[in-house]
């Protein structure tokens, strides 16, 4: 009889990669695989070469390296489902036990395939099928969700036509937009960390800022607050395509294309986008993107970090790397009018002090259990989050100085936060708990207008009205602020949730 053709080993390192992909189709692009994918087959094909050499038998290193794979890529997906679990008030979920086990699997398999006399042929045959099944319920999935959003492959975006006359703007000053990620207002701070900020806040309003007492975001997410503020327009209206897609490609679109920058850019303005380890990554319509995020630190490689037996190794490395980016965004910010003859439009939107906590206050590096954004909750640890907020004040301090005193024209400077901070929210509950829903929408908000002449700021503010000012009050536009209102998506459907952040009395209108 002819031998059974080994292809199993192939196709069972190309399916986690798939597999990951497809179900996470919203977030992940085809490009985000082909490198795991390359490094998979890769890494597979010579393992397979080796051990057929040593075990002289391509039936057995096939299966022997299948069995590899399937512990490798299965281990984070088990740990998801028992972390915690507990039988008779014994913890048998725990992430020691797990390891173990699959050693014990590992070894036992290794041995028994090394040693067996049987013919493997029937067994290749199976592992064969089994493995071109998963793969065709991999594709099937993918093929599925791109024909029902297929529709949903391009998103409406305003043209970036001035509505100002150029030529009747006499000042072009540097804009710089700091948004500081889950960066909490004042009140917040004092009654959920019991910390008094008031030294950061006074050294902003004695540098000449205008700091918010009453201020909330639009949106407790970044993916739909930032885009919202660079395009000046709520995002309710892609309601219609979230009622049968959860994509999110659309605005990361939003964002490459922004109006706020379309219009900068046509004034003759430098767009200098910083990464900061935000994970959204370049913006394409930015002239230089810079302290840019490693490959290896990209949405697709954390997932199959949080997915596999990588799950259980500690991420030294990774955290120090990640650090570097993050500071890279301190050090480079306040020389970009030196390097830049064209005045610049600065959009640096830094990872700080949101999860994970990789500094302690005084910039000493921390190491988290994992570097991953939580899906579902976020890291808990208020005394981390505190530390990094700290030092993200001390950091900011220092390019605020640098910018102000080394600055030969005066510049706008924005410092913002896209929402507050989240730890151990649960998000399928969150909204029914004011103070949780205070804690996520409370924003920091601080604006550094030159000139004599200040712009009257009228309080509470929102996101979504911050360039409408700006435009309106340095380049001669007539927008109107639109009001405040605040939004989450539940099930693809814009709940209105204003009056219930604005029943807190920080909120309430002067």
């Known amino acids: 009889m002819k031998r059974p053709i080994v292809f199993h080993t192939i196709l069972f390192g190309i399916f986690p990669v798939i597999f990951l992909y497809s179900n996470n189709l919203h977030i992940l692009v085809l490009d985000d695989i082909v490198l795991p994918l390359l490094l998979v087959i890769g890494a597979t094909i010579l393992l397979w070469f080796t051990l057929k050499k040593v075990l002289k038998s391509k039936e057995k290193s096939g299966l022997l390296i299948s069995l590899y794979l399937l512990l490798f890529f299965t281990f984070g997906h088990i740990w998801i489902l028992i972390n915690g679990f507990e039988i008779g008030g014994f913890e048998i979920g725990r992430l020691r036990f797990l390891f173990i086990l699959y050693i014990i699997l590992f070894l036992i398999g290794s041995y028994y395939l090394y040693k067996t006399k049987r013919k493997l042929d029937n067994a290749t045959t199976i592992t064969n099928y089994m493995a071109i099944a998963l793969l065709i319920i991999a594709f099937v999935n993918i093929g599925t969700y791109h024909l029902e959003n297929y529709q949903y492959s391009d998103v409406e975006i305003t ?178 009018e030196i390097n830049n003859e064209k005045p610049i439009f600065v959009f640096a939107h830094i990872a700080m002090p949101h999860s994970p906590y990789l500094f302690g206050e005084n ?80 924003n920091f908000d601080a604006y550094y207008f030159p000139g004599e002449k200040k712009p009257s700021l009228i309080e509470p503010r929102t996101p979504v009205n911050t360039f409408r000012i700006v435009f309106n009050e340095y380049f001669g536009t007539d927008y109107k602020l639109l009001e405040n209102k605040a939004f989450v998506n539940e099930e693809g459907k814009f709940v209105d949730i204003t009056d219930f952040v604005i029943s807190n009395s920080i909120f309430k209108e002067d």
Not at 216 to 222: A, I, L, T
Not at 410 to 421: L, W
Request: glycine share 4%; proline share 4%.
């Open 159 to 336: 043209s970036g036509k001035i509505p100002f006359d150029v030529s009747q703007v006499t000042t072009f000053p540097n804009v710089y937009y700091i948004i500081l990620d889950a960066y909490a207002n004042s009140h917040t701070l004092k009654e959920d960390f019991d910390y008094d900020n008031q030294e950061f806040i006074t050294f902003l309003t004695d540098s000449g800022f205008n700091v918010a007492d009453k201020s909330y975001s639009n949106y407790p997410v970044s993916l739909l607050s930032i885009p919202s503020t660079m395009n000046m327009k709520y995002l309710n209206y892609l309601s219609e395509r979230y009622d049968d897609s959860k994509d999110r490609h659309e605005l990361y679109r939003l964002l490459d294309r922004n109006l706020v920058m379309q219009y900068f850019k046509t004034m003759g303005y430098q767009i200098i986008n910083f990464d900061g380890g935000n994970l959204m990554g370049d913006i394409k319509i930015a002239d230089k993107n810079l302290c840019e995020i490693q490959f290896w630190h990209n949405q697709v490689w954390l997932l199959l970090q949080h997915t596999t037996i990588l799950n259980a190794f500690p991420i030294l490395q990774s955290a120090g790397s990640i650090r570097e980016y993050k500071i890279c965004v301190f050090s480079e910010l306040p020389a970009l």
């Open 363 to 442: 910039g000493e590096p921390k190491n988290p259990k994992t570097l991953f954004f939580e899906l579902q909750t976020e890291d808990p640890d208020k005394k981390g989050y505190l530390e990094q907020l700290k030092f993200t004040n001390k950091k900011i301090q220092e390019v605020i100085d640098k910018i102000l005193k080394e600055s030969k024209t005066s510049p706008i400077i924005i410092i913002q936060s896209d929402h507050g901070p989240r730890m151990g929210v649960d998000w399928k509950t969150a909204y029914n708990d004011e103070k949780l829903v205070k804690r996520i929408f409370s």
